[in-house]
């Protein structure tokens, strides 16, 4: 697993990066990225190459765009963003393209989405989102369709959410969420479900969680979180059910963990980490432990 810069950094922003090894329980550092970046995406391409786009140096936004090559173990750039951003989504397709949407280039909230093809390493513009947005969530179904739910707009929370037709290149509006909500998780179940979690609304953080059903393109409720959070991390085990971790309920940060069910709806308390810590990131391995790195 490979772990890159892209945390809060106030001072500066870092280039470095690591690698663990499930085999060993050991971290190792690895080629420095071509440029520091932080708030950009990273992507496992088919090949299995990693692919980092977007983000900021703290000087500027980047357009820049970067692959890491696991047999050599070093970065290489490739084809620029036709947008620079950040708080983005980066999403990897059926087909081994990338589709990146929305974000912020530190002038306006954005709606351009653009694809990479790693065959040709270069980007071209799709179809414009609806909603121009950031800090949203962007899913692939099991149909191939991307599904993007939430974040905002500069101006308002958005409960709006849209799929994107790969087959077609086009964006179309999907039912909105039951609440409006930003900096929450949505994670694909078995089932070919969608479950979002948390987040907030600028009012409160939010303990509701509801599932997108793409056979009838609706959201229901269900079972709410024991804890309210914000900034978490949620990943769906090998065995169906949704680990969430961390956060923060806008007074504290959290070290508390909980599991959803989905053959029962609900969330069940488990063991708590051993540090509170929010914007980390959350890995399930190939043995099933899940690996939880980073954060503050």
């Given at each position: 697993m490979l772990v890159t810069d892209r945390e809060k950094c106030l001072v500066e922003c870092l280039n470095t990066a690591e690698l663990y090894d499930p085999s060993t329980g050991r971290w190792t550092t690895t080629d420095n990225l071509t440029s520091a970046r932080q708030f950009h995406t990273a992507s496992v391409l088919p090949d299995g190459k990693v692919l980092v786009t977007g983000g900021t140096n703290n000087v500027v936004v980047l357009n820049t765009a970067e692959l890491y090559d696991p047999s050599t173990g070093s970065w290489t750039t490739t084809g620029n963003l036709n947008n620079a951003r950040l708080f983005h989504t980066a999403s990897v397709l059926p087909d081994g393209r990338v589709l990146v949407a929305g974000g912020n280039n530190n002038t306006a909230i954005l709606n351009t989405a653009e694809l990479y093809d790693s065959s040709t390493g270069s980007w071209t513009t799709t179809d414009n989102l609806n909603n121009a947005r950031q800090f949203h969530t962007a899913s692939v179904l099991a149909d191939g369709r991307v599904l993007v739910t939430g974040g905002n707009n500069s101006t308002v929370i958005l409960n709006s959410t849209e799929l994107y037709d790969p087959s077609t290149g086009r964006w179309t509006t999907t039912d909105n969420l039951n609440n409006a909500r930003q900096f929450h998780t949505a994670s694909v179940l078995a089932d070919g479900k969608v479950l979002v979690t948390g987040g907030?609304?600028?009012?409160?953080?939010?303990?509701?969680?509801?599932?997108?059903?793409?056979?009838?393109?609706?959201?229901?409720?269900?079972?709410?979180?024991?804890?309210?959070?914000?900034?978490?991390?949620?990943?769906?085990?090998?065995?169906?059910?949704?680990?969430?971790?961390?956060?923060?309920?806008?007074?504290?940060?959290?070290?508390?963990?909980?599991?959803?069910?989905?053959?029962?709806?609900?969330?069940?308390t488990t063991g708590n980490m051993k540090y509170a810590r929010e914007l980390h990131t959350e890995s399930v391995l190939s043995d099933g432990k899940v690996l939880v790195t980073g954060g503050g």
């Open positions: 907030t609304n600028n009012v409160v953080v939010l303990s509701t969680a509801e599932l997108y059903d793409p056979s009838t393109r609706s959201w229901t409720t269900t079972g709410n979180l024991n804890n309210a959070r914000k900034y978490h991390t949620a990943s769906v085990l090998t065995d169906g059910k949704v680990l969430v971790t961390g956060g923060e309920n806008d007074t504290t940060l959290l070290k508390s963990a909980q599991l959803y069910d989905p053959s029962t709806s609900k969330w069940t």
